[in-house]
């Protein structure tokens, strides 16, 4: 998940930034480290929060 990482340095976020995108914290976390898989959902909402494709999340 290397755009919202990436993302999270340029615009100041912090992961609780990203808990109604994805959810917990600790989900967040797991997600931004590669342990934990993005579901659709998670796909969509990241990609209208950085108004990207959701194509470039996979």
Do not use: C, W
């Given at each position: 998940?290397?755009?919202?990482?990436?993302?999270?340095?340029?615009?100041?976020?912090?992961?609780?930034?990203?808990?109604?995108?994805?959810?917990?914290?600790?989900?967040?976390?797991?997600?931004?480290a590669?342990?934990?898989?993005?579901?659709?959902?998670?796909?969509?909402?990241?990609?209208h929060?950085?108004?990207?494709?959701?194509?470039?999340?996979?």
């Amino acid at each position: 998940m290397l755009l919202p990482a990436t993302r999270l340095d340029q615009y100041g976020s912090n992961m609780t930034d990203f808990e109604n995108d994805i959810g917990k914290k600790s989900m967040v976390s797991q997600a931004l480290a590669g342990k934990k898989n993005l579901t659709r959902e998670h796909i969509m909402n990241l990609a209208h929060r950085f108004d990207v494709s959701p194509v470039v999340f996979f």
